[in-house]
């Protein structure tokens, strides 16, 4: 069993900056993949940056070059630093992980960026 806890979500202006933590914790030898999904209002969830256990990673074509994906095995996180914030990134951020086959959500943080 897999407990994910996301921090770091608030309010910023368009511009800003804001990094997201995530810390799994519970019964387990060691994470594969973790990654950051979004829901905004009224939309579906979608994929915003994932990362291999070997530190592989793959973003949302709109978040490339703004947004970066990293983790710390050791401490079982998955980071994610968010640049030039826009209100369309405002959404629910969601943190994921993959063991054993099976798939890990977290609560969800808010990110709401003012224009």
């Known amino acids: 069993q897999v407990q994910l806890v996301e921090s770091g979500g608030g309010l910023v202006q368009a511009g800003g900056s804001l990094r997201l933590s995530c810390a799994a914790s519970?019964?387990?030898?060691?994470?594969?993949?973790m990654g950051w999904y979004r829901q905004a209002p009224g939309k579906r969830r979608e994929l915003v940056a994932t990362i291999t256990r070997g530190a592989n990673t793959d973003y949302k074509d709109s978040v490339k070059g703004r947004f970066t994906v990293s983790r710390d095995n050791a401490k079982n996180t998955v980071y994610l630093q968010m640049n030039s914030l826009t209100p369309e990134d405002t959404a629910v951020y969601y943190c994921a992980a993959s063991y054993l086959g099976f798939d890990y959500w977290g609560q969800g943080t808010q990110v709401t960026v003012s224009s």
């Open positions: 519970g019964r387990f030898s060691s994470i594969g993949a």
